[in-house]
């Protein structure tokens, strides 16, 4: 008898001690509803009852009393239907309710029915959760802006006393609500080093030191920071990741993992008998009776065994597990090794880290994204800086050659400047292409002629190839009908399979030879592109996989996987498809159909060579490159234009004031009063001048130009500018305009 006495009692420590580890409020309460037992977490949070809570203690006593002592806001003045809604129908089902208290904590409550007429009670302390969400709802758009751009833990701080202005859901729950960043460093010293860092380069990452968490326990960390301009203020931005976790998952996906009701069960050590298993247990490996058969390696258990006995606890343990369905899994495992009627038995709590292995491999794919997106931003501040340079020259060379070509008949001559004009134009052609890859503007359809953008492809490849042993043959049909594409885009597709083609041709060592092909079906009213090469191939098993984001057979660091899957959108987003055609397993053959232009471009649509407007207009001219402001002016002369040239903005206003112009064309970038102050003055003091204004430059890349261009809603030229391309401009803002007053 004594020996049962002694079991009875040692199981009810073993209860305890697993209820006592929960850090949920817990209390049992059996059929009658008379309180059992209750851990230490559920006195805390009912501290203005805690002296009540006694085993035997009445559940609608309990009731009463915190509703007579107005702990909970709901309550207060209608405490009797208050106790009534608690008590009425019984604990017959699963309840679920929150409680605020008047002093402001909240609470998550969860009443779940025993299969012995009793019921359990939990209490969760979700106040944090709920400032949060309400920090969340009222933040401004910058707070948003930094939790969406991260799902790490993520504060904005002060510089100075580190104030923290904001923390994400996850930092509130790692290092509590601290006022200042100040409290998360176990050696202040350190601050002040990431400080001085900080304000030097601007950005600090992956900085490995020591933090403090809410319990004030040091845990490593690897931060990275910004300095960010918020409501006028430097603040400093930083994301934390804690190191003692073996993945780098977002702290909101760890709370999700981690969210009551837990996997939890009592399990023999020596045998593997499990003693008890929750649903959730249960719910994820079955109603297995032996624990064993959970690891995927029997060995792997056998090793946990050993450095739990060693330890007698561990903490997100990481290890492969098989479900109830025969999955395979990894999941983190969190244990503790007590005495139970005198054996070693093992209390865990198992997560299935499935989910957020993946959202960490995604959280991965998108830094090396942004990697590379920073990268090409790079590049499209380099090529927008050389087609800048270019701009000018290109111009005088293009024009000239296209003025002399209509001034010239020797045949010989014309023959020459027609191989000055090609050139020029060809170079002006890979310039604006540059450009065009350097914005990433949206989609701009319109009539595109097929085989200029596949000759735009091919010379833009090879102005940067280095591999001079492979050729670019093009094979286009002749009156092959224009499409309807953005030209920039396609040039950029076409540009990209041509460099894949090469990478793999070099790699290989096998194959010299890159076809583009161009047909029109008259049937489907598609046009029909292909690139292709002589090359390896591509293996059978990966070719359905290709146009998969972030999938890619390059070795790590010389490929991202997201080439092929940008133009597989921009081909699907254009309304035409792109797919792989291989018959063997040589060479590689992309093939891309785009509709043809419903309405394409007819001779009559085209610019007239000269302007049909009154002679003897004036026009004034400003351009601080003298070259290109002369050459714009002669054509305009030869237009019957009586014209005036200046290079300063300084002197345009000064003719403004003394003269009136038909035509007034600026250029936007200049050193002393620019397109900007010109603008500004046209507004102020000769708004009907606006109307007949425009701007040729060399500029669009610039922010400040950007901006100007898109406020003054006035025309312009990007440079080089061809004469056919001024008259048509001029002729745009003579429209209506035939009588207009001139000097």
Same mark, same amino acid.
């Given at each position: 008898?004594?020996?049962?006495?002694?079991?009875?009692?040692?199981?009810?420590?073993?209860?305890?001690?697993?209820?006592?580890?929960?850090?949920?409020?817990?209390?049992?309460?059996?059929?009658?509803?008379?309180?059992?037992?209750?851990?230490?977490?559920?006195?805390?949070?009912?501290?203005?009852?805690?002296?009540?809570?006694?085993?035997?203690?009445?559940?609608?006593?309990?009731?009463?009393?915190?509703?007579?002592? &107005?702990?909970?806001?709901?309550?207060?003045?209608? +405490?009797?239907?208050?106790?009534?809604?608690?008590?009425?129908?019984?604990?017959?089902?699963?309840?679920?309710?929150?409680?605020?208290?008047?002093?402001?904590?909240?609470? $998550?409550?969860?009443?779940?029915?025993?299969?012995?007429?009793?019921?359990?009670?939990?209490?969760?302390?979700?106040?944090?959760?709920?400032?949060?969400?309400?920090?969340?709802?009222?933040?401004?758009?910058?707070?948003?802006?930094?939790?969406?751009?991260?799902?790490?833990?993520?504060?904005?701080?002060?510089?100075?006393?580190?104030?923290?202005?904001?923390?994400?859901?996850?930092?509130?729950?790692?290092?509590?609500?601290?006022?200042?960043?100040?409290?998360?460093?176990?050696?202040?010293?350190?601050?002040?080093?990431?400080?001085?860092?900080?304000?030097?380069?601007?950005?600090?990452?992956?900085?490995?030191?020591?933090?403090?968490?809410?319990?004030?326990?040091?845990?490593?960390?690897?931060?990275?920071?910004?300095?960010?301009?918020?409501?006028? +203020?430097?603040?400093?931005?930083?994301?934390?990741?804690?190191?003692?976790?073996?993945?780098?998952?977002?702290?909101?996906?760890?709370?999700?993992?981690?969210?009551?009701?837990?996997?939890?069960?009592?399990?023999?050590?020596?045998?593997?008998?499990?003693?008890?298993?929750?649903?959730?247990?249960?719910?994820?490996?079955?109603?297995?009776?032996?624990?064993?058969?959970?690891?995927?390696?029997?060995?792997?258990?056998?090793?946990?065994?050993?450095?739990?006995?060693?330890?007698?606890?561990?903490?997100?343990?990481?290890?492969?597990?098989?479900?109830?369905?025969?999955?395979?899994?990894?999941?983190?495992?969190?244990?503790?090794?007590?005495?139970?009627?005198?054996?070693?038995?093992?209390?865990?709590?198992?997560?299935?880290?499935?989910?957020?292995?993946?959202?960490?491999?995604?959280?991965?794919?998108?830094?090396?994204?942004?990697?590379?997106?920073?990268?090409?931003?790079?590049?499209?501040?380099?090529?927008?800086?050389?087609?800048?340079?270019?701009?000018?020259?290109?111009?005088?060379?293009?024009?000239?050659?296209?003025?002399?070509?209509?001034?010239?008949?020797?045949?010989?001559?014309?023959?020459?400047?027609?191989?000055?004009?090609?050139?020029?134009?060809?170079?002006?052609?890979?310039?604006?292409?540059?450009?065009?890859?350097?914005?990433?503007?949206?989609?701009?359809?319109?009539?595109?002629?097929?085989?200029?953008?596949?000759?735009?492809?091919?010379?833009?490849?090879?102005?940067?190839?280095?591999?001079?042993?492979?050729?670019?043959?093009?094979?286009?049909?002749?009156?092959?009908?224009?499409?309807?594409?953005?030209?920039?885009?396609?040039?950029?597709?076409?540009?990209?399979?041509?460099?894949?083609?090469?990478?793999?041709?070099?790699?290989?060592?096998?194959?010299?030879?890159?076809?583009?092909?161009?047909?029109?079906?008259?049937?489907?009213?598609?046009?029909?592109?292909?690139?292709?090469?002589?090359?390896?191939?591509?293996?059978?098993?990966?070719?359905?996989?290709?146009?998969?984001?972030?999938?890619?057979?390059?070795?790590?660091?010389?490929?991202?996987?997201?080439?092929?899957?940008?133009?597989?959108?921009?081909?699907?987003?254009?309304?035409?498809?792109?797919?792989?055609?291989?018959?063997?397993?040589?060479?590689?053959?992309?093939?891309?159909?785009?509709?043809?232009?419903?309405?394409?471009?007819?001779?009559?649509?085209?610019?007239?060579?000269?302007?049909?407007?009154?002679?003897?207009?004036?026009?004034?001219?400003?351009?601080?490159?003298?070259?290109?402001?002369? $050459?714009?002016?002669?054509?305009?002369?030869?237009?019957?234009?009586?014209?005036?040239?200046?290079?300063?903005?300084?002197?345009?206003?000064?003719?403004?004031?003394?003269?009136?112009?038909?035509?007034?064309?600026?250029?936007?970038?200049?050193?002393?009063?620019?397109?900007?102050?010109?603008?500004?003055?046209?507004?102020?003091?000769?708004?009907?001048?606006?109307?007949?204004?425009?701007?040729?430059? &060399?500029?669009?890349?610039?922010?400040?130009?950007?901006? $100007? $261009?898109? +406020?003054?809603?006035?025309?312009?030229?990007?440079?080089?500018?061809?004469?056919?391309?001024?008259?048509?401009?001029?002729?745009?803002?003579?429209?209506?305009?035939?009588?207009?007053?001139?000097?």
């Amino acid at each position: 008898m004594t020996g049962d006495l002694d079991d009875i009692e040692n199981a009810q420590d073993v209860l305890r001690d697993a209820i006592e580890s929960l850090k949920e409020g817990f209390a049992l309460y059996d059929e009658n509803s008379r309180l059992v037992m209750f851990n230490q977490q559920y006195a805390e949070m009912n501290k203005a009852v805690a002296h009540l809570l006694k085993p035997g203690l009445d559940w609608e006593i309990l009731m009463r009393e915190t509703a007579r002592r &107005g702990i909970y806001a709901d309550a207060i003045g209608d +405490e009797e239907n208050w106790v009534s809604a608690r008590l009425a129908g019984g604990i017959e089902f699963i309840q679920d309710y929150e409680l605020l208290e008047t002093d402001g904590r909240t609470y $998550l409550v969860s009443v779940h029915p025993t299969r012995l007429g009793g019921f359990v009670v939990t209490r969760e302390d979700i106040t944090a959760k709920k400032q949060a969400e309400v920090e969340e709802r009222d933040g401004d758009l910058l707070i948003r802006k930094v939790l969406d751009a991260s799902s790490a833990i993520v504060t904005m701080a002060r510089i100075g006393d580190g104030q923290i202005l904001y923390r994400s859901p996850a930092a509130l729950e790692l290092f509590g609500p601290t006022k200042s960043a100040r409290e998360h460093y176990v050696n202040p010293e350190e601050r002040a080093d990431f400080v001085t860092q900080l304000l030097a380069d601007g950005r600090v990452d992956d900085l490995m030191l020591d933090l403090l968490n809410a319990e004030g326990d040091s845990f490593p960390a690897s931060i990275s920071s910004q300095l960010i301009d918020f409501k006028g +203020e430097e603040v400093i931005v930083t994301s934390v990741i804690d190191l003692t976790v073996q993945t780098e998952a977002d702290a909101l996906m760890r709370q999700v993992m981690e969210a009551y009701p837990a996997a939890i069960n009592m399990t023999h050590a020596e045998t593997g008998e499990v003693l008890f298993a929750t649903p959730e247990i249960k719910e994820l490996f079955g109603s297995a009776d032996n624990s064993k058969s959970y690891y995927a390696d029997p060995a792997e258990r056998v090793r946990y065994l050993k450095d739990l006995r060693e330890t007698g606890a561990l903490k997100e343990r990481r290890m492969a597990f098989v479900d109830a369905t025969g999955r395979k899994f990894w999941g983190a495992d969190s244990s503790r090794l007590i005495k139970f009627k005198g054996e070693d038995v093992i209390v865990s709590s198992t997560r299935d880290l499935t989910e957020e292995i993946a959202l960490s491999e995604e959280l991965s794919k998108q830094r090396e994204l942004l990697f590379q997106n920073e990268k090409m931003s790079a590049l499209g501040e380099l090529l927008a800086g050389v087609a800048h340079e270019l701009n000018n020259p290109l111009s005088v060379v293009v024009g000239h050659s296209l003025m002399l070509n209509e001034e010239i008949k020797d045949p010989e001559l014309t023959a020459r400047i027609n191989k000055i004009s090609s050139a020029a134009e060809r170079c002006a052609k890979i310039v604006k292409t540059f450009l065009a890859m350097a914005r990433q503007q949206p989609s701009k359809i319109e009539s595109v002629d097929v085989a200029s953008v596949i000759e735009t492809a091919a010379d833009v490849v090879g102005y940067g190839s280095t591999s001079g042993d492979i050729a670019i043959v093009r094979k286009v049909s002749d009156n092959l009908p224009p499409i309807a594409a953005d030209a920039d885009q396609i040039t950029q597709v076409i540009i990209n399979l041509i460099i894949n083609a090469e990478q793999a041709l070099s790699m290989s060592g096998s194959g010299d030879l890159i076809e583009i092909s161009a047909v029109s079906n008259p049937d489907t009213g598609m046009v029909e592109i292909t690139v292709q090469d002589n090359g390896p191939g591509i293996p059978a098993a990966i070719r359905a996989r290709i146009f998969e984001p972030f999938f890619t057979t390059k070795e790590v660091g010389e490929g991202t996987g997201i080439g092929l899957a940008f133009c597989h959108r921009i081909i699907l987003s254009h309304g035409g498809q792109i797919r792989l055609d291989q018959s063997d397993a040589t060479g590689t053959c992309f093939r891309i159909t785009l509709p043809v232009a419903a309405h394409p471009t007819s001779e009559t649509d085209k610019p007239a060579d000269h302007i049909a407007a009154p002679v003897n207009l004036r026009a004034l001219i400003v351009d601080d490159e003298v070259d290109v402001g002369e $050459l714009n002016a002669e054509i305009l002369r030869r237009e019957g234009f009586d014209v005036e040239f200046v290079s300063t903005g300084e002197e345009a206003l000064k003719r403004l004031h003394t003269s009136n112009y038909d035509i007034f064309l600026s250029d936007l970038n200049m050193p002393d009063i620019d397109g900007r102050k010109i603008y500004e003055t046209l507004v102020s003091q000769f708004p009907t001048m606006l109307e007949r204004t425009a701007y040729i430059t &060399g500029d669009t890349m610039g922010l400040s130009s950007r901006m $100007l $261009l898109t +406020e003054s809603g006035l025309p312009y030229l990007e440079k080089p500018v061809s004469p056919a391309e001024l008259r048509d401009l001029v002729a745009t803002l003579l429209v209506d305009k035939k009588d207009l007053p001139h000097g």
